[in-house]
């Protein structure tokens, strides 16, 4: 089957604003999630959003959701040094407790 | 802190070995979730639990065992593994039904000798 696509590797400067992409592929999918991921820890859920809103913001967190091209993005404004892990979205397609997550953005911060 | 707790966090194996990796949480959830994650891959799914009992087994090989013994703990008992079954074992639950977020542990780092 398709995968959900996320690029490898992001790096930004401490301060900067990072943007995470995601192309997922099932279109039944009634919630995306974005994860967080630290170096020997389990996965953080983050955030998530419902498929008919086109937004969702939560403090530094701003999803960005287009329906019509499948594509997720996460935004985290004044990016930290304590942002850095890997991120990974995840769809769950509808009947169905599985999810699908994506291939996972390794994101650095440069101080 | 995960309110998803998974005990050990590490185990060394050799392959004749028997052990069982433990999960627990308190959160009210009844459907749990066993996963295995490779380096630098995303989680794969492994098993569901819903109500304790089996709903999803995604083609798991016979020497990984699950059990539910009640709604607050899933264990994953372990027998004749392969070097190839080394990897992190993640833990996750939720409410039930659809379209419930998933919380998982922070999982136990496996490696079979």
């Known amino acids: 089957g398709e995968d959900v696509e996320q690029s490898l590797f992001l790096s930004v400067r401490e301060g900067d604003s990072s943007v995470i992409n995601c192309t997922y592929t099932d279109s039944s999918s009634t919630y995306l999630y974005w994860y967080k991921q630290e170096p020997g820890a389990g996965l953080q859920l983050l955030t998530y959003?419902?498929?008919?809103?086109d937004m969702k913001q939560d403090q530094r967190l701003t999803v960005l959701l287009n329906k019509k091209d499948k594509h997720l993005s996460l935004r985290i404004a004044d990016t930290q040094t304590g942002d850095s892990a890997i991120y990974f979205c995840?769809?769950?397609?509808?009947?169905?407790?599985?999810?699908?997550f994506g291939t996972g953005t390794r994101l650095k911060v440069l101080a | 802190d995960t309110e998803v707790t998974q005990t050990p966090k590490h185990l060394v194996m050799g392959m004749t070995n028997k052990k069982s990796l433990k999960c627990e949480q308190h959160m009210g959830h009844r459907a749990m979730y066993w996963y295995k994650q490779k380096a630098k891959k995303p989680p794969e799914l492994m098993f569901v639990?819903?109500?304790?009992?089996?709903?999803i087994n995604e083609s798991v090989p016979s020497r990984f065992s699950p059990e539910c013994p009640n709604s607050s703990l899933l264990n994953l008992h372990l027998h004749a593994l392969q070097p190839e079954d080394s990897a992190l074992y993640l833990c996750?639950?939720?409410?039930?039904?659809?379209?419930?977020?998933?919380?998982f542990g922070d999982g136990t780092r496996l490696s079979i000798l």
């Open positions: 995840a769809e769950n397609p509808s009947g169905t407790y599985k999810y699908i």
């Open positions: 996750a639950s939720s409410h039930t039904g659809e379209n419930q977020p998933q919380h």
């Open positions: 959003i419902f498929s008919n809103m």
């Open positions: 639990y819903s109500y304790e009992k089996l709903s």
